[in-house]
C-alpha cells in the first residue's frame, strides 16, 4: 500500500512540472543545432551543444544528450543517467523507459545507479495510461514500445500519428496482427504507409514509395513520394532520388536533370554525420556518384551545381535519418 501511494504522488509530481525551459536565444539555438547533429547520427558534435540547453532544464535536449551519450559509449553511464533521470523527473517518459531497461550494459559496468529500473517502468506505465486515456499518441506509442500490445500502436495510427503509421505498417509487412480475409493484411499496410507519407513523416514518403515500386504500381506515384521524402531531408531518399534524375539509372520517369542531381549529390559527398547511419560511407558512396555525374557535363554545368546544393541547403530542411525517438 506504502508502495503505491509513493508512485502515486511521483506521477502527480511528474504531471505538474513544465516539459520545456525557457531557454534564451543562444541556448534555443544550439539545442536546436545540437538535434539537427543527432538526427545526422552524429554523437559526438552534439554532446556539447545539448548540453547547453539541457543545463538549462529542456526536457528534449536532456534526454537526446543522454541518448548521444550511451549511443557514443554503447552503454548507459553515469553521465547518461543522471540526463536521463533528469528529463523523466519532468515527465519524459522515453526516459523512464530507457532506465527501466534490464538489458542496458550499465547492469555490467555498475553505472546503474539511482531510483531502482521496475519503480521507473511502473511510474512511465501509470503516466503513460493516463495520457493516452486523453488521447495522447506519444504515450500509446510508448505502451506499445513497453510490451503493452499492439493494439496501443494501433490506436496511435487512428489518432493520426504518421510515426506509428509507419511502424504499424511495418509490423503488418512483417505478419503481426491477425487478417481474416485473404488480401486485407496488404490493404491494410498499403493503407498505413500511405497515411503516413500523406501525413509529413519523411520516412513514411521512403517507405510508400518503395511498397508502391515493389508492388509495381503507377511509376509516376514511386516518384512523386520519392520526391517528397527528398525534399524533406530524409538522406537516403536525397541520395537516390539524385541519382535517378541523374539518369543513373531512372526507374521513375524523371527528366534528366544533370545540375541537380549533380546539387544534391554534392550535398551527400559533403556530409559529415557519422554513428549507426554510416555517414563516411554515404559521403564515399556520394563522391564515387558525382565523379560518374561530372562526366556528363561541362564545367558551367558543375559550376551551376554548386550552386544548386547551396540554394537547396537555404530552402530544404538538414539532411537527416530521422532516428525515432526510441532508436538504436
Not at 554523437?43 to 545539448?50: A, E, I, K, N, P
Not at 513520394?225 to 539518369?247: C, F, M, P, Q, R
Not at 557535363?297 to 559550376?303: F, G, S, V
Request: charged share 20%; hydrophobic share 40%; proline share 3%.
Amino acid at each position: 500500500m506504502v508502495k503505491h501511494t509513493l508512485i502515486g504522488a511521483l506521477c502527480a509530481l511528474l504531471l505538474s512540472t513544465t516539459a520545456m525551459a525557457q531557454l534564451t536565444a543562444p541556448q534555443q539555438a544550439a539545442r536546436d543545432k545540437g538535434l539537427v547533429l543527432y538526427q545526422q547520427s552524429d554523437w559526438y558534435d552534439s554532446q556539447t551543444l545539448l548540453q547547453v540547453a539541457a543545463a538549462a532544464g529542456d526536457r528534449t535536449a536532456q534526454y537526446y544528450l543522454a541518448e548521444a551519450i550511451r549511443l557514443s559509449s554503447s552503454y548507459t553511464t553515469v553521465e547518461a543517467r543522471k540526463w536521463y533521470e533528469a528529463a523523466a523527473e519532468q515527465g519524459d517518459l522515453y526516459a523512464m523507459l530507457r532506465l527501466s531497461s534490464s538489458s542496458d550494459l550499465c547492469h555490467q559496468m555498475g553505472t546503474c545507479t539511482g531510483k531502482a529500473g521496475p519503480e521507473w517502468r511502473k511510474t512511465a506505465l501509470k503516466l503513460a495510461h493516463e495520457r493516452a486515456e486523453r488521447g495522447d499518441t506519444e504515450a500509446m506509442i510508448v505502451l506499445y514500445i513497453a510490451n503493452q500490445g499492439l493494439g496501443w500502436l494501433e490506436k496511435a495510427a487512428e489518432g493520426g500519428d504518421s510515426y506509428a503509421q509507419k511502424v504499424l505498417a511495418g509490423r503488418y509487412q512483417d505478419g503481426a496482427g491477425w487478417f481474416f480475409i485473404p488480401g486485407n493484411r496488404q490493404k491494410a499496410v498499403r493503407k498505413w504507409f500511405k497515411a503516413s507519407a500523406e501525413g509529413g513523416y519523411p520516412l513514411g514518403m521512403a517507405m510508400y514509395a518503395n511498397y508502391l515500386y515493389e508492388n509495381n504500381e503507377s511509376k509516376a506515384e514511386v516518384g512523386y513520394w520519392l520526391k517528397k521524402a527528398a525534399e524533406a531531408g530524409y538522406i537516403d531518399a536525397v541520395s537516390t532520388y539524385a541519382l535517378n534524375v541523374a539518369h543513373l539509372p531512372d526507374r521513375h520517369g524523371y527528366p534528366l536533370d544533370l545540375i541537380k542531381g549533380y546539387g544534391l549529390t554534392y550535398l551527400i559527398s559533403k556530409f559529415e554525420g557519422g554513428g549507426a547511419g554510416g555517414g563516411a560511407g554515404i559521403a564515399d558512396f556520394g563522391k564515387k556518384s558525382l565523379v560518374k555525374i561530372a562526366a556528363k557535363m561541362t564545367p558551367d554545368e558543375i559550376k551551376q551545381g554548386v550552386a544548386f546544393a547551396k540554394e537547396w541547403e537555404k530552402t530544404h530542411p538538414p539532411l537527416s535519418y530521422f532516428v525515432p525517438v526510441y532508436g538504436y
